[in-house]
């Protein structure tokens, strides 16, 4: 049956849906000749299209979890197979029609960037102190650019956005998990850290292993804000405070503090903040519990602690953490259950907002008074703050420096070598051959520690601008997005933002991008946060007309859409 019958089926009367009949109906439907050429038109993608993209987001996020809980991920025989697949999966989808026709415009442009940033690694390849060295890195970044545009393509629907925020979070779990049972049974999950002490995961590396677990944690509680449900608000809070406890036996300053960082601006972007600032003490409450007890077991954080006491306050740790869990699902049970049946008047709004932001100050002026009082003044408290970390025999202390350790004298070689070679730098990846070469110190090292920095040194001053150009373009449209976003889209919206935070800070002075896993995760959720973003309340793209739709519409959803529209048939048809 042609749209045009199925059309005039519909309308009242059964007359034909022509613009004389629809102007006397007070509607404005285009004649039955400018219906039957709109086979030219394009067409939003139907079951197939809906499916197999589904199919393709959901493989994508499925090898991510592999990656991420393979520990030695960051070799290229691991990686390989993964970026193998996506270069495969991105030539196939060419070939299927229109799959690339909803990646809104601002999509593009930040694929355009990546894209520039790829070509002028492969270009380096003529200058480069090891070609070896840039070919890895140059298929290393390309499994990236592929990843954002399979998964900007692969999102077809915003239904789709809160369960792939679960399934990243359940990602997070594992390695939240795993790093955990590192210190509740030692023996049997070893560290891998350089220091033997600090968690590091199924990642590898303690601070990239934060990083992660900080991105969960923003994703999760904006899934907590935005849902209604008890018993899912309750295991998120309980999981929430395993990612807290997850992050402190990291012992990563950049990691924690991009995560706090990202909570602050995901409050100031989201609605519901009192909410939200009841849902994290909820979970700060047990942790604070649970952060005392900790300090009485050396054998999770110290150094040069025998097996057997390691072993004895991994077990004590185990119990007190059971405890804390239960807390934090009982505390936000019990929340949620009044959430639920009662509302706050706005009076009452403003008093908890003013006694909450009281609070915070009394207790940012008691923690200072405290410092001033045990160190001595603020000559004692920076003494204090610019102490090597190395020195503490219990790596707690790392959390109160601000040493860098070698990262001064990494950036300070990368700089010099990026000022006499400004346009070309050394090659993709091969900073560890201008270390050896101009290095004060003798200590070895891969990578810059700093993402933006390390792609001067490496590539130049444009591929530097395109890695920026990316970054700060891609923070700028999701952040406004976030602010124009209403209810439950918006909170969704500052989950995905802050984990955007949290990767993009945290590489101002770690290697992240170097261990593909969670390099390989915030793009996906860039992708999403991305496709999201330019999507309307409807689900469609702001960017795509929704009549568009008409021709790939079965005749019941037809019905159903136009019986819904304030302008559709009337109750009695």
């Known amino acids: 049956m042609k749209l045009s019958e199925r059309i005039g089926r519909l309308w009242p009367g059964g007359e034909e849906p022509t613009k004389e009949v629809g102007e006397r109906r007070g509607r404005a439907f285009p004649r039955r000749e400018e219906w039957e050429e709109r086979d030219d038109r394009p067409r939003r993608p139907g079951r197939f299209f809906t499916v197999l993209k589904a199919l393709v987001l959901l493989a994508l996020m499925g090898a991510t979890a592999y ?30 029609r229109g799959y690339y026709e909803d990646v809104p415009v601002a999509g593009w442009a930040l694929v355009a960037c990546l894209a520039v940033l790829v070509g002028v690694k492969a270009l380096s390849m003529t200058w480069s102190l090891s070609q070896a060295e840039t070919i890895v890195e140059v298929v290393r970044s390309s499994m990236y650019v592929a990843v954002f545009l399979l998964a900007l393509a692969s999102l077809s629907s915003e239904k789709q956005v809160a369960p792939m925020m679960d399934i990243a979070a359940l990602i997070v779990v594992a390695v939240a998990g795993y790093g955990i049972f590192q210190k509740i049974y030692p023996l049997d999950y070893p ?21 992660v677990i900080a991105m969960g944690f923003s994703l999760l509680l904006a899934r907590l804000n935005a849902s209604l449900g008890i018993l899912f608000r309750s295991f998120s809070a309980a999981v929430l405070l395993a990612f807290l406890v997850a992050a402190y036996l990291t012992v ?14 995901v409050l100031v972007l989201t609605v519901s903040r009192l909410q939200m600032l009841a849902n994290l003490a909820l979970v700060l409450l047990p942790f604070g519990w649970l952060f005392l007890r900790m300090q009485e ?33 009982a505390l936000q049970a019990v929340y949620s259950f009044f959430h639920n049946r009662y509302e706050l008047e706005p009076f009452g709004r403003r008093v908890l907002g003013l006694g909450a932001a009281g609070l915070a100050a009394l207790a940012a002026l008691g923690a200072l008074v405290f410092a001033l009082v045990r160190y001595g003044g603020p000559g004692g408290i920076i003494s204090t703050l610019l102490d090597d970390p190395t020195n503490e025999q219990n790596l707690t202390g790392r959390l109160t420096s601000l040493s860098i350790g070698f990262r001064a004298d990494y950036w300070a070689v990368a700089w010099d070598y990026w000022l006499d070679n400004f346009l070309t730098g050394s090659g993709a990846g091969t900073f560890s051959i201008v270390w050896l070469r101009y290095r004060d110190v003798n200590t070895g090292v891969q990578q810059v520690h700093n993402l933006y920095l390390e792609q001067g040194v490496e590539t130049g001053i444009f591929a530097f601008l395109a890695l920026l150009a990316f970054a700060v373009g891609i923070l700028i449209y999701v952040g406004r997005a976030t602010f124009l976003a209403e209810d439950r889209r918006r909170m969704l919206l500052a989950g995905l933002f802050g984990a955007l935070v949290v990767y993009l800070v945290s590489s101002a002075i770690e290697w992240h991008w170097y261990l593909p896993p969670s390099t390989v995760f915030f793009f996906i959720l860039a992708a999403i946060a991305v496709k999201y973003g330019a999507m309307d309340e409807a689900g469609g793209l702001l960017s795509r007309p929704h009549d568009d739709a008409l021709d790939g519409e079965s005749t019941e959803d037809l019905e159903e859409r136009l019986a819904r529209s304030p302008n559709g048939p009337s109750p009695g048809r």
Not at 198 to 204: A, E, N
Not at 305 to 322: S, W, Y
């Open 191 to 211: 560290v891998s850290s350089l220091d033997g002490v600090r968690m590091d995961s199924t990642v590898g590396y303690a601070n990239t292993a934060a990083a």
């Open 297 to 329: 077991l050396p054998g999770l954080l110290g150094t040069g602690v025998p097996d057997e006491r390691r072993v004895a306050d991994g077990l004590a740790f185990r119990d007190d953490l059971i405890i804390a869990l239960i807390a934090a699902f």
């Open 252 to 265: 990563s300053r950049g990691g924690i503090f991009a995560l706090v960082l990202a909570l602050a601006l």
């Open 67 to 96: 990656l991420m809980l393979e520990r030695n991920s960051y070799e290229e025989i691991t990686w390989y197979p993964f970026a193998l697949g996506a270069f495969v999966t991105v030539v196939v989808t060419l070939f299927v």
